[in-house]
T-cell receptor, first 113, second 113 residues
Framework: AQSVAQPEDQVNVAEGNPLTVKCTYS??????LFWYVQYPNRGLQFLLK??????LVKGSYGFEAEFNKSQTSFHLKKPSALVSDSALYFC???????????FGKGTSLLVTP | ETGVTQTPRHLVMGMTNKKSLKCEQH?????MYWYKQSAKKPLELMFV???????ENNSVPSRFSPECPNSSHLFLHLHTLQPEDSALYLC????????????FGSGTRLTVV
């Protein structure tokens, strides 16, 4: 069985501060890992992915994520948060043998001025 | 515009109605998906089509009936729905390469009255 855990329902950050949105996974083998963002009444937008190689992955809008195999984590980070980053963030895992993405329950990020 | 178009954007239907949701992509992707997004619940994978063939049906009630006439179009036929089926229905497409991310449409907001 495979699962993705996002332990925080909501993360609150002041504008300009660094942010972290947490994700851990439980998948056999070496999965592909993704982050998506969803703005209100919109579909999910791709942010970044980890396939192989460097554990620090850079993505859209200044976001990056760090893959940690020993901790089975893939936390999303940004050095300086913007109010416009406020949205719902989803971590997802895709096994190497399949193509169905399994999503975490999402973390609501609120960046205050 | 992501390249995946869903229509209609909003739909209100009675429990005895029959309606269809449409999804269209011209990204050259070979796999298409239906997800259900309900408030405070994780994204639920409903159906997966790979090269027009249904490869997954995650125990979805028969009142939801998918159709994939070709690799560019995906439908979700709805009949005799229940109020708890009210949700945002998201369509996505991807290459079959597991390292590929999904491209999502903006979704159809369905309300069953």
């Amino acid at each position: 069985a495979q699962s993705v855990a996002q332990p925080e329902d909501q993360v609150n950050v002041a504008e300009g501060n660094p942010l972290t949105v947490k994700c851990t996974y439980s998948v056999s083998g070496n999965p592909y890992l993704f982050w998506y963002v969803q703005y209100p009444n919109r579909g999910l937008q791709f942010l970044l992915k980890y396939i192989t190689g460097d554990n620090l992955v850079k993505g859209s809008y200044g976001f990056e994520a760090e893959f940690n195999k020993s901790q089975t984590s893939f936390h999303l980070k940004k050095p300086s948060a913007l109010v416009s980053d406020s949205a719902l963030y989803f971590c997802a895992v895709r096994p190497r043998s399949g193509y169905a993405l399994n999503f975490g329950k999402g973390t609501s990020l609120l960046v205050t001025p | 515009e992501t390249g995946v178009t869903q229509t209609p954007r909003h739909l209100v239907m009675g429990m005895t109605n029959k309606k269809s949701l449409k999804c269209e992509q011209h990204l050259g992707h070979n796999a298409m998906y239906w997800y259900k997004q309900s408030a405070k619940k994780p994204l639920e994978l409903m159906f997966v089509y790979n090269f027009k063939e249904q490869t997954e049906n995650n125990s979805v009630p028969s009142r939801f009936s998918p159709e994939c006439p070709n690799s560019s179009h995906l439908f979700l036929h709805l009949h005799t729905l229940q109020p708890e089926d009210s949700a945002l229905y998201l369509c996505a497409s991807s290459h079959t390469d597991p390292g590929s991310g999904y491209t999502f449409g903006s979704g159809t907001r369905l309300t069953v009255v």
